[in-house]
């Protein structure tokens, strides 16, 4: 069974504080997303990485930055926390050839930022 | 560039009752369609798609979708609902040699009983 995984379902944080959000998946895919999800807003992406150590930004890359050191890992990092990223992030990895793989999700992150 | 637009950001429909949410889309090259649904607390999964050829794509639990290129939509219908379908659709777009997906701002879909 393909899976996608956070590292943490619920978090609290402090404005000013340095954030960290962990995605693995298990299924050897190239490309890996990080999407935030507001209500009426629909998932908007932060970044994308195509390959280890590649990454693109995608619409709304601003507070943010990511890492990819190994293929099954990706990480969205939130250099210091405000309270405009109070959101749901949502993780995302797909195989297949661009633009018609099936994107598999984690169950997200909910950020709470205080 | 591409974009997504779904018309309505909330839908109740009563149990067994049929029901269309709407999807329209806008795009300069070939596009690759696609129904998302979220249920309460969870990530997304993957309802259906339309990559090419059959223009009417099912999903297993009878839901269907048809591209329809003239009026660029991609409606999601099913005949008859269940309260189990409670939950957010959101449609999507992607492109030919695009690693980018264009999500609407999705459907709340209440199953009444």
């Known amino acids: 069974d393909v899976k996608v995984t956070q590292s943490s379902r619920y978090l609290v944080k402090r404005t000013g504080e340095k954030v960290f959000l962990e995605c693995v998946q298990d299924?050897?895919?190239?490309?890996m997303f990080w999407y935030r999800q507001d209500p009426g807003l629909g998932l908007r992406l932060i970044y994308f990485s195509y390959d280890v150590k590649m990454k693109e930004k995608g619409d709304i890359p601003e507070g943010y930055s990511v890492s990819r050191e190994k293929k099954e890992r990706f990480s969205l990092i939130l250099e210091s926390a405000s309270t405009n990223q109070t959101s749901m992030y949502l993780c995302?990895?797909?195989?297949?050839?661009?633009?018609?793989?099936?994107?598999?999700f984690g169950e997200g992150s909910r950020l709470t930022v205080l | 560039a591409q974009s997504v637009t779904q018309l309505d950001s909330q839908v109740p429909v009563f149990e067994e009752a049929p029901v269309e949410l709407r999807c329209n889309y806008s795009?300069?090259?070939?596009?690759?369609l696609f129904w998302y649904v979220q249920y309460p607390n969870q990530g997304l999964q993957l309802l259906l798609k339309?990559?090419?050829?059959?223009?009417l794509v099912e999903s297993i639990n009878g839901f269907e979708a048809e591209f329809n290129k003239s009026q660029t939509s991609f409606h999601l219908r099913k005949p008859s609902v269940h309260i189990s379908d409670t939950a957010e659709y959101f449609c999507a777009v992607s492109g030919l040699g695009t690693y980018k997906y264009i999500f609407g701002t999705g459907t709340r879909l209440k199953v009444l009983a």
């Open positions: 995302a990895s797909r195989g297949g050839g661009a633009g018609t793989g099936e994107l598999f």
């Open positions: 299924m050897d895919h190239e490309n």
């Open positions: 795009s300069s090259v070939s596009v690759y």
């Open positions: 339309y990559l090419s050829g059959s223009t």
